[in-house]
């Protein structure tokens, strides 16, 4: 989990304080069969990515099935795992995740939430009649409480449990985080308020500034605005050493899901939901052609697409505006492992370099302040002090320090 926390007041901007950015993969059925998605998954540890994710959504393969077997045959990466709560119960969420914490040997996140709600609507389930804010803050209270050990005899509006509601079996850790996939800004608000991380959909990356202020306020009003906080922007991504092969690849992504984005999001480059329609309607028709052909390059810039170094520029936004975790998906690229291996080689080196740099830069500041403190000046070579930038103005204010101490 990743180590990012809030500024302590207004005046500081909110600005996420990390060690490094993290890169996740997330691997979608469209991808291949469970049995390729498996192996997949085995190359994205192999490479380094940090985070693996299989969406789990109403009729695509089944993801608990897929970390299992990953769970078993990986150990380091670690396994973001989907708790659908309209279609289970928090007591098989929480008995799945605490099981497969087990198997992956302490290696597991949850994630309970939703990216859209039209896909609900498929198995009879508005948002507009269900109470998706009340369910997922009383969830997440649930399970945490299980995973503790405890006995939850819950009364909430959702939820009405027993005192004979507890796990039967010792989980692997009695704190496995839980952060919140979230859309709108009502969920995503909860998102910074009770989660250990918000998992949003930042589609077009443009919008991530947009996405990033409501978790920033729930944040804000939460009990530990400055806790550990997993803040990671899903991406859809599509990588080639030819970019308008990987624009292509992109499009036949938006044709199918920019339907389900966040209204406010695409508004920020100027289109609608009602734009994405048309594209949808042919690709639901069977014309993947036509749907292709369908979608603007205005459209395909709810995505990241092109070259390795195309990509880099493209996704500084979505650091810039406080992530510190991109999860990348979508077409991932024409050969998806090779796609994988150019993300790893080419995309996620040019952040972590920047971000070894920096760190390595203050420690140096840091060693260096102990060692003329408690060495002397005259122990730094003078070439060096001659080299200082601000020469003459750190020395005046050493030497006002000085004044002040000896007062």
Known sequence: MSTTSMGSSPSEGFVFNVDRPRFGIRLIDDLGTPTELVALALL???VGFDVLLFPHSPFRANSWVLNSVVAARTQRIELSAGGPLWTADPSEV???VATLDHISRGRVTLRIGAHNFETLTWIGVSHETDDVIQRVREATEIIRRLLRGERVAHRGRIYNWTENAYLRFKPYRTEIPVSISAIGEPLLELSG?????SHPMVTPPRSAGLIMEPIRRGLLRSASPDRPFDAAAYVWM????????ARGLLADIVSYYGSFLDPRAVATIGLT?????PAFERRMAGDLAGARAAV???MLQTGIAGTPGECVQQLRVIFDAGFNHVNIGGPLGPDPAEAMRLIARHVMPAFLEASSAGVSAGRAAMIGAWLGATLGIDAVPAEWRER???????????EGLIVIACQ
């Not at 308020?193 to 991380?197: A, L, N, T």
């Open 388 to 398: 200082l930038e601000a020469r003459d103005r750190i020395h005046g204010l050493v």
């Open 296 to 298: 603007s390059p205005a």
């Open 94 to 96: 929480a008995t799945y």
């Open 44 to 46: 994205a540890e192999e």
């Open 273 to 277: 939901l009602e734009d994405f329609r």
């Open 193 to 197: 308020e009770i989660g250990d991380g």
């Open 238 to 245: 599509s990588v080639s050493e030819d970019g308008d092969e």
